[in-house]
């Protein structure tokens, strides 16, 4: 059985440049899928007011649906406190006996401030997103020595970019899929809000 893919990330909302990371990693490391898993709170954005858990969700139902590859799952959603991916990789290894988590490269330079790093490390293979742009860093730690580095697509698309244009009116078509724009745009969501 292949390995799966666990992508976590707010999703605020999902974009295009997390589906093309996403399938890039799907077939460099040859997984049998990629499981997309929205956060209730992430632990490195308590400050953030994120949009319901509801309307992120149904935005990545609606990005992944015809892709038979790409699953979701709303384990984190489902408690009310702080995501700790810690968590969530003991419940789905109930599972998945072989996971691959897939992290950014911005992501392995406090990877020593999250929650029990030495278990996930024995739960899944660490998988980071490299750029082409990515920087070499001058100091690195064990983490760092310990992680599968992949060369991914250069996608410069941010969440916090698409909701900036929601609210100004401008278009977001090609930075989401269609049907995640509809639904922005159905629910008016991202207006009047401070980004």
Not at 6 to 23: K, M, S, V, Y
Not at 34 to 63: D, G
């Amino acid at each position: 059985m292949k390995p799966v893919g666990i992508f976590g990330g707010t999703f605020d909302p999902i974009h295009n440049g997390h589906l093309i990371t996403a399938q890039a990693v799907k077939e460099i490391r040859d997984l049998e899928k990629i499981i997309f898993i929205p956060a209730n709170v992430s632990p490195h954005k308590i400050e953030i007011v994120s949009l319901s858990s509801e309307h992120r969700l149904k935005m990545v139902q609606l990005a992944i649906e015809s892709i038979p590859y790409f699953d979701y799952s709303d384990i984190e959603l489902k408690r009310d406190s702080v995501s700790y991916t810690i968590e969530t990789l003991r419940n789905l290894k109930k599972k998945y006996d072989k996971m691959e988590l897939i992290i950014g490269y911005d992501n392995i330079f406090d990877f020593n401030t999250w929650k029990d790093p030495d278990e996930i490390l024995e739960l899944v293979k660490l998988i980071v997103v490299r750029r082409k742009t990515s920087i070499e860093p001058t100091k690195k730690d064990k983490y760092f020595h310990s992680v599968i580095f992949v060369d991914t697509p250069t996608i410069e698309i941010s969440s916090s970019e698409i909701r900036q244009r929601v609210n100004n009116d401008q278009p977001i078509n090609f930075l989401v899929p269609p049907k995640v724009n509809d639904y922005i745009h159905k629910f008016k969501l991202y207006k009047e809000r401070n980004f």
